[in-house]
């Protein structure tokens, strides 16, 4: 399983855009990263998912260089209620192992007013 | 349409006890899978379950079982409690023809072992 490395935390004020950076040297070729995001004392959230290139959705963004060995969340204009733990995480969704998540320590995001 | 269900929310026991916690998936999906997640850190996974059987297994010991029922709800059970299985337990449900890994959390039952 692939290593990643993120920060531990991060701050932000109000209406900024938010980058966190997550590397991930050794993925294999067929992983995916997606990022989860968690509250306190809530299961952690499905924000978003790519394979290389860039990814958008309504509330994210997601950047993979051509060389796959890190991945950049875009979070746009960051407000209070962003402010929680933030986990990349690359998998195969090839193989029976697609199901099985590993999480690191994650990035703590605190937005500020 | 209700997402993953999980009981009881809060949880005390002691040293030595058994303790057996519950899970509802969302609706449609047929895997479930367990976590724990301690203070401060990532949730670890526990095992997963598929047609009512385990289907991978993370570095768990035995004391960790589980079972999954033909409605696809599961359990987790822990034996001969230890002060170190204080945490956060954690459900996630999915669906598994979906060809990426969606996992759907629940909010989780917080352990306290005394």
């Known amino acids: 399983l692939a290593k990643t490395t993120q920060p531990i935390s991060m701050d932000s004020y109000e209406g900024q855009e938010v980058n966190i950076t997550c590397s991930h040297n050794n993925i294999a070729t067929n992983d995916y990263i997606t990022w989860y995001q968690q509250f306190p004392s809530q299961g952690p959230r499905f924000i978003i998912q790519g394979y290389k290139t860039k990814v958008t959705n309504e509330v994210a963004s997601l950047f993979i260089p051509a060389d796959r060995k890190s991945s950049t969340l875009s979070l746009p204009r960051v407000s209070l209620s962003d402010t929680a733990v933030y986990y990349c995480l690359p998998h195969s969704i090839s193989s029976g192992s697609a199901r099985q998540l590993t999480f690191g320590s994650g990035t703590q995001l605190t937005v500020l007013p | 349409d209700a997402g993953v269900t999980q009981s009881p929310t809060h949880l005390i026991k002691t040293r030595g006890q058994q303790v057996t916690l519950r899970c509802s998936p969302k609706?449609?999906?047929?895997?479930v899978s367990w976590y724990q997640q301690a203070l401060g850190q990532g949730p670890q996974f526990i095992f997963q379950?598929?047609?009512?059987?385990?289907?991978q297994r993370g570095n768990f010991p035995d004391r960790f079982s589980g079972h999954q029922f033909p409605n696809y709800s599961s359990e987790l059970n822990v034996n001969a409690l230890l002060l170190g299985d204080s945490a956060l337990y954690l459900c996630?449900?999915?669906?598994?023809?979906?060809?990426?890994?969606?996992?759907?959390f629940g909010p989780g039952t917080r352990l306290t072992v005394l």
């Open positions: 996630a449900s999915s669906l598994s023809v979906t060809p990426y890994n969606e996992q759907f």
């Open positions: 379950y598929y047609e009512e059987e385990e289907r």
């Open positions: 609706s449609g999906h047929d895997t």
